[in-house]
C-alpha cells in the first residue's frame, strides 16, 4: 500500500463548481501536508501547507486534515477554468522504518474547470 | 519557473546510451533533489544533494548516478539508458533538509525534461 493515496480523476466539472480532491494516507508519523498543483507540462507549485490537524484556507482554496482519519482534502470554492490541472497531494514526516524523514506525493487528480 | 532552469527540455535517445539532464539554480539554495514522474507512480524521489559533492540516494536510484561540483548546480546522469528510464525529470530545490524541519515554502520544482528512450 502506498502511503500516500490520491484517486487520480480525471474530475470535470463546470465553472463555479466547488470542487473536493481528498487523499488518504497510512503513516501516523506524516507531520506536515502539502497541496501542489501542476499545470500541463510544467513543474508542481506549492499551493497549500498545513501542519498536523486542521483547517486552513487562502482564498478560494482550503486545505483540511484529519490525522485522526488519516484523510488530507483540499476544496476549491467558485471553481474558475484557470484551476484546470493535476492537484497532488503530500506528506512528510518519518517513515514507516523510523529512521528517515521523506516527502511523499500521491499519484496526482487531475481536474478540468468547464467555461 | 523563476530561479529554476532545467535542460534540455525535451530529449530522444537510444538505449545504451548515457545522458546527463542539467538543473541549475539561482536561489543559493542548498538543498537539490531530482525526481521522476510516471502516470500511475507519481513523483519519485532518484537522488538528492545537501551540498557541493554531498549527495545521497532516494528511493529509486538504481541506474542513476548524480554530481554537485558547484552549489547552482546538479547533474542527472543515466549511465546507460533503458526504456524503463523513458519519463519526466524534475529538478526541485529547498531552503530546509529533507529531513527537516519542513519549511512552509515547500520545494520549488523546475519545468522538467521529457526524456524519451527508444
Known amino acids: 500500500q502506498k502511503e500516500v493515496e490520491q484517486d487520480p480523476g480525471p474530475l470535470s466539472v463546470p465553472e463555479g463548481a466547488i470542487v473536493s480532491l481528498n487523499c488518504t494516507y497510512s503513516n501516523s508519523a506524516f507531520q506536515y501536508f502539502m497541496w501542489y498543483r501542476q499545470y500541463s507540462r510544467k513543474g508542481p507549485e506549492l499551493l497549500m501547507y498545513t501542519y498536523s490537524s486542521g483547517n486552513k484556507e487562502d482564498g478560494r482554496f482550503t486545505a483540511q486534515v484529519d490525522k485522526s482519519s488519516k484523510y488530507i482534502s483540499l476544496f476549491i470554492r467558485d471553481s474558475q477554468p484557470s484551476d484546470s490541472a493535476t492537484y497532488l497531494c503530500?506528506?512528510?514526516?518519518?517513515?514507516?522504518?523510523?529512521?528517515?524523514?521523506?516527502?511523499?506525493f500521491g499519484k496526482g487528480t487531475l481536474l478540468t474547470v468547464n467555461p | 519557473d523563476a530561479g529554476i532552469t532545467q535542460s534540455p527540455r525535451h530529449k530522444v535517445t537510444e538505449t545504451g546510451t548515457p545522458v546527463t539532464l542539467r538543473c541549475h539554480q539561482t536561489e543559493n539554495h542548498r538543498y537539490m533533489y531530482w525526481y521522476r514522474q510516471d502516470p500511475g507512480h507519481g513523483l519519485r524521489l532518484i537522488h538528492y544533494?545537501?551540498?557541493?559533492?554531498?549527495?545521497d540516494k532516494g528511493e529509486v536510484s538504481d541506474g542513476y548516478s548524480v554530481s554537485r561540483s558547484k552549489t547552482e548546480d546538479f547533474l542527472l546522469t543515466l549511465e546507460s539508458a533503458t526504456s524503463s528510464q523513458t519519463s519526466v525529470y524534475f529538478c526541485a530545490i529547498s531552503e530546509t533538509p529533507p529531513w527537516g524541519p519542513y519549511s512552509n515554502y515547500g520545494y520549488t520544482f523546475g519545468s522538467g525534461t521529457r526524456l524519451t528512450v527508444v
Open positions: 503530500s506528506a512528510w514526516g518519518v517513515d514507516s522504518g523510523g529512521s528517515n524523514y521523506k516527502l511523499t
Open positions: 544533494s545537501y551540498g557541493v559533492k554531498d549527495t
